[in-house]
Structures are given as C-alpha cells and as structure tokens.
C-alpha cells in the first residue's frame, strides 16, 4: 500500500505561481509512476501532468503545457508541480496518482493510489 498527500494548495490571483507537493509512504521503492490530475466542480477529473518513475520523461495536457512543471526527487518520494502563469480555469482540486510501472499515462483508471487532493482557486 502507498499512502499520498498532498499539499500547497491555496488561493493566488491570475498570472501567480504555486507549487504542489506530493508526498509518498508505505511500500514506495520510487517503483512508481506518477501523476498529476484535477477536477473542478461539475467536470470530470483530467489528466494534468505525469512523469516517469526514473523522471526521465515528463507528459502535460495541452491546457497546461508551457506553464507547469512536474518533477519528482525519488530520494526524498516527493513529486511536485509547479505551476505558473496560474488562470481562472485552473481552479480546482488537484489530486496526486501513483501508477504501478515505469510510465505515466493519461487514463485515471490506470492508477492505483490516490491523495487527498488539494484545493487550488485562482481568482481574476
């Protein structure tokens, strides 16, 4: 089992910066692959950005694309996005996802652990 949290959420007018952070515990050995995903009220929960268990490779959504950056520092089980250029759509709940295996991938149901989420609102 693989318990995430995740945190740095908050409230950050248009155009700001903020940097999630997504902790693992339990059965972590960095075999993971992990992910990125929100969902604002009303809407389904989408893929934001994924990386690769080594971190070699790193994916987005082309809503994010250009102004958010996943990394992940394997020694510390720490994954984190950070966000830039920060919009109105970009208000939601972020959610931190672990997927057994060396690769990301943008379908939700490939994950096998999730987090808490953490609320991001950006107002205009």
């Known amino acids: 089992q693989v318990q995430l949290v995740e945190s740095g959420g908050g409230l950050v007018q248009a155009g700001g910066s903020l940097r999630l952070s997504c902790t693992a515990s339990g059965r972590t050995d960095s075999r993971y692959a992990m992910g990125w995903f929100r969902q604002a009220p009303g809407k389904e929960r989408e893929f934001v950005s994924g990386i690769r268990r080594s971190g070699g490779s790193t994916y987005y959504a082309d809503s994010v694309k250009g102004r958010f950056t996943i990394s992940r520092d394997n020694f510390k089980n720490t994954v984190y996005l950070q966000m830039n250029s920060l919009k109105p759509e970009d208000t939601a709940v972020y959610y931190c996802?672990?997927?057994?295996?060396?690769?990301?991938?943008?379908?939700?149901?490939?994950?096998?652990?999730w987090g808490q989420g953490t609320q991001v609102t950006v107002s205009s």
């Open positions: 996802a672990a997927r057994t295996g060396d690769y990301a991938t943008y379908d939700r149901d490939d994950y096998d652990y």
